[in-house]
């Protein structure tokens, strides 16, 4: 990790130190005393609890110093004006002195899958660090960026937001040489009021682009194709269809193996992966795009695409009580949902479909679950719906064509889970998804375990 003074932080950040700590060094930064690691820098944050009632909890787990706006006792700290910030100063400084390419990752589904195909495509030619699971915020992208060796050449780093403006914040940050987005979608519709605003919203990630950055987009989604974006950014197509600069040809799913051929100008290769449902063959797609804009060998991209294995929570697959389980809890929105339950009408048994709300949706609410509710009258035998909206699933599936004894909403997960138990037989296939504030992992851990 890169190894940082308080005087360096505090000039970064516009903050102040006491002279007799100017040379203490942190590595790191953390604003959880739980996860915090000796030697890091705790970031007293305010937030719904006050980071500097934590202060003391953070110096006794080891923490090397505290960026906070008040002091609480003698111990080495920046003090600043605003902690979040001055993380974010700090960042942009530390991320500098490293000097790694910088690729940035955002889009309304699938963006945390892409950050770890193009992670994996590249590391085997470069040393690539990248944002752990759901650091993409403006105080988790930060924290990722302390934490990356001083040898990292290339950062990884996936962009997420709700409202305007984060994502230019983030930018700001990173300076990417390499943006990505991958799609638009209705995530976060709530707050951005229209697919052009959640658009407009992603393009954001241009605000802080270095002035050679190239700028790849999903070719095949409507929203992203012949955009009026400035000349100096450099735009790569990706994608199925005609006319996009690197192509996926001959899709094809066997079994478990996502299989497609690369077609990017003159060159042509195959590649395979352990994955099911064709909706990852866009986030397959922007990673070969990044790695061949990166100079890495096709043989190279190829191994380790085959090798790779996505994150917890997301689509995994495996066998549980004599059934088979879909685990696709981490998050939801219509797209991913739709693709999901996709995966699971195409696998042989009795299909059973466990769907949490899908959160942050606004006034399309009710229309988004109901069409799901459609889509999964097609796909599942039955619906087991959780939530606020899971009568409007239940709605959905029944016009679908569902016989209504073959669906139910519940409201409690206790309820959810012994009915789950009572309805489950050997060879059923399972698929637990829903928005992440759901937390359907709970369902499936307890419908997992043993009942005494």
């Given at each position: 990790?890169a190894r940082i003074t308080?005087?360096?932080?505090?000039?970064?950040?516009?903050?102040?130190?006491?002279?007799?700590?100017?040379?203490?060094?942190?590595?790191?930064?953390?604003?959880?005393?739980?996860?915090?690691?000796?030697?890091?820098?705790?970031?007293?944050?305010?937030?719904?609890?006050?980071?500097?009632?934590?202060?003391?909890?953070?110096?006794?787990?080891?923490?090397?110093?505290?960026?906070?706006?008040?002091?609480?006792?003698?111990?080495?700290?920046?003090?600043?004006?605003?902690?979040?910030?001055?993380?974010?100063?700090?960042?942009?400084?530390?991320?500098?002195?490293?000097?790694?390419?910088?690729?940035?990752?955002?889009?309304?589904?699938?963006?945390?899958?892409?950050?770890?195909?193009?992670?994996?495509?590249?590391s085997g030619t470069f040393?690539?660090?990248?944002?752990?699971?759901?650091?993409?915020?403006?105080?988790?992208?930060?924290?990722?960026?302390?934490?990356?060796?001083?040898?990292t050449e290339v950062a990884?780093?996936?962009?997420?937001?709700?409202?305007?403006?984060?994502?230019?914040?983030?930018?700001?940050?990173?300076?990417?040489?390499?943006?990505?987005?991958?799609?638009?979608?209705?995530?976060?519709?709530?707050?951005?009021?229209?697919?052009?605003?959640?658009?407009?919203?992603?393009?954001?990630?241009?605000?802080?682009?270095?002035?050679?950055?190239?700028?790849?987009?999903?070719?095949?989604?409507?929203?992203?194709?012949?955009?009026?974006?400035?000349?100096?950014?450099?735009?790569?197509?990706?994608?199925?269809?005609?006319?996009?600069?690197?192509?996926?040809?001959?899709?094809?799913?066997?079994?478990?193996?996502?299989?497609?051929?690369?077609?990017?100008?003159?060159?042509?290769?195959?590649?395979?992966?352990?994955?099911?449902?064709?909706?990852?063959?866009?986030?397959?797609?922007?990673?070969?795009?990044?790695?061949?804009?990166?100079?890495?060998?096709?043989?190279?991209?190829?191994?380790?695409?085959?090798?790779?294995?996505?994150?917890?929570?997301?689509?995994?697959?495996?066998?549980?009580?004599?059934?088979?389980?879909?685990?696709?809890?981490?998050?939801?929105?219509?797209?991913?949902?739709?693709?999901?339950?996709?995966?699971?009408?195409?696998?042989?048994?009795?299909?059973?479909?466990?769907?949490?709300?899908?959160?942050?949706?606004?006034?399309?609410?009710?229309?988004?679950?109901?069409?799901?509710?459609?889509?999964?009258?097609?796909?599942?035998?039955?619906?087991?719906?959780?939530?606020?909206?899971?009568?409007?699933?239940?709605?959905?599936?029944?016009?679908?064509?569902?016989?209504?004894?073959?669906?139910?909403?519940?409201?409690?997960?206790?309820?959810?889970?012994?009915?789950?138990?009572?309805?489950?037989?050997?060879?059923?296939?399972?698929?637990?998804?829903?928005?992440?504030?759901?937390?359907?992992?709970?369902?499936?851990?307890?419908?997992?375990?043993?009942?005494?």
């Open positions: 990790m308080l005087r360096d932080a505090a000039q970064w950040c516009g903050g102040t130190v006491e002279e007799k700590y100017e040379d203490v060094v942190f590595d790191g930064a953390g604003n959880d005393t739980r996860s915090l690691q000796p030697g890091q820098l705790f970031i007293a944050l305010q937030g719904v609890r006050d980071g500097h009632d934590y202060i003391p909890a953070a110096i006794a787990k080891g923490a090397a110093a505290v960026l906070c706006s008040r002091k609480v006792g003698d111990y080495p700290a920046i003090l600043v004006k605003d902690p979040r910030t001055a993380l974010g100063d700090i960042a942009r400084e530390a991320l500098k002195r490293i000097g790694a390419k910088v690729v940035a990752v955002t889009g309304s589904v699938g963006k945390s899958t892409t950050k770890e195909m193009i992670a994996a495509v590249l040393r690539v660090s990248k944002t752990p699971a759901n650091h993409n915020n403006d105080i988790g992208m930060p924290m990722a960026i302390l934490d990356m060796p001083e040898d990884v780093l996936e962009m997420g937001m709700n409202h305007f403006r984060e994502i230019a914040y983030l930018s700001c940050i990173a300076h990417p040489d390499v943006a990505v987005i991958i799609n638009v979608g209705t995530a976060h519709i709530e707050f951005l009021g229209t697919q052009q605003g959640i658009r407009q919203a992603k393009l954001e990630i241009l605000e802080g682009m270095t002035p050679q950055g190239m700028l790849l987009l999903n070719g095949d989604d409507t929203m992203l194709r012949c955009l009026d974006v400035t000349p100096k950014q450099r735009i790569t197509y990706f994608g199925a269809s005609e006319g996009c600069d690197v192509r996926a040809l001959d899709v094809s799913q066997k079994g478990g193996v996502l299989r497609f051929t690369v077609e990017a100008g003159r060159l042509t290769f195959p590649v395979e992966m352990k994955l099911e449902g064709e909706h990852y063959v866009a986030d397959a797609l922007a990673a070969v795009t990044v790695g061949l804009k990166l100079g890495v060998h096709p043989d190279k991209i190829r191994q380790q695409l085959d090798a790779f294995q996505n994150m917890s929570g997301r689509q995994e697959i495996f066998e549980a009580k004599g059934c088979t389980i879909i685990n696709d809890c981490y998050n939801a929105g219509p797209e991913s949902m739709a693709a999901a339950l996709n995966v699971l009408g195409n696998r042989p048994g009795r299909h059973i479909a466990v769907l949490g709300d899908m959160l942050e949706l606004g006034d399309c609410a009710q229309a988004e679950h109901y069409k799901i509710g459609r889509i999964a009258a097609e796909k599942a035998d039955m619906v087991f719906a959780f939530g606020p909206h899971a009568g409007r699933v239940l709605d959905g599936t029944i016009t679908g064509g569902m016989p209504e004894n073959m669906g139910r909403a519940f409201d409690s997960r206790e309820d959810l889970i012994t009915a789950l138990r009572r309805a489950v037989k050997p060879g059923d296939v399972i698929l637990f998804k829903g928005s992440h504030g759901m937390h359907l992992e709970k369902v499936l851990e307890a419908f997992l375990k043993e009942e005494k």
